[in-house]
C-alpha cells in the first residue's frame, strides 16, 4: 500500500478515535484527547504533498507520525489496568501510526534506490 493512503487511514483514524475518546461517557471529557486529533488535521492537511511525494512535506509527515506514535504508546500501560473501549482507542490509533511509520520507510527506501 503507498504511504499516501496509509497516511490517509492514520489522520483519519486519529481524528475519528480522538473525537469518540472526549466524547466517551465512561471517561471525563479532557480536552488532551484533541491531542490526536490535532495531530489527524494536520497530516490530513499534509495528505497531498505526501501523495505528490513532496519530501518536506512528507518528513514533516513522518516526524508529527513519529511524536503522536511515541505519545500513544506511552499511553498503552496506563489504559491496561481499566481494560475499556479507552484502551481499543489508543490501540488503534498507535497501529495505523505504526503502520504509518512502515510505509513512510518503505517510500523513502524505494525513492532513494529508484
Not at 68 to 89: D, H, V, W, Y
Not at 94 to 106: H, K, P
Request: hydrophobic residues 55%; aromatic residues 10%.
Amino acid at each position: 500500500m503507498k504511504a499516501s493512503t496509509i497516511n490517509l487511514i492514520n489522520s483519519l483514524a486519529l481524528i475519528i478515535f480522538g473525537t469518540w475518546g472526549y466524547f466517551d461517557f465512561e471517561t471525563s471529557q479532557s480536552l488532551t484527547a484533541f491531542i490526536p486529533v490535532g495531530f489527524g488535521v494536520i497530516l490530513l492537511i499534509c495528505q497531498n504533498g505526501v501523495k505528490t511525494e513532496n519530501k518536506v512535506i512528507a518528513h514533516i509527515a513522518v516526524v508529527l507520525t513519529f511524536l503522536i506514535l511515541i505519545a500513544l504508546a506511552s499511553k498503552i500501560p496506563g489504559k491496561l489496568e481499566s481494560q475499556g473501549l479507552g484502551l481499543l482507542r489508543i490501540c488503534s490509533m498507535t497501529f495505523t501510526c505504526l503502520l504509518s511509520m512502515i510505509a513512510f520507510v518503505l517510500s523513502f527506501i524505494k525513492a532513494r534506490r529508484g
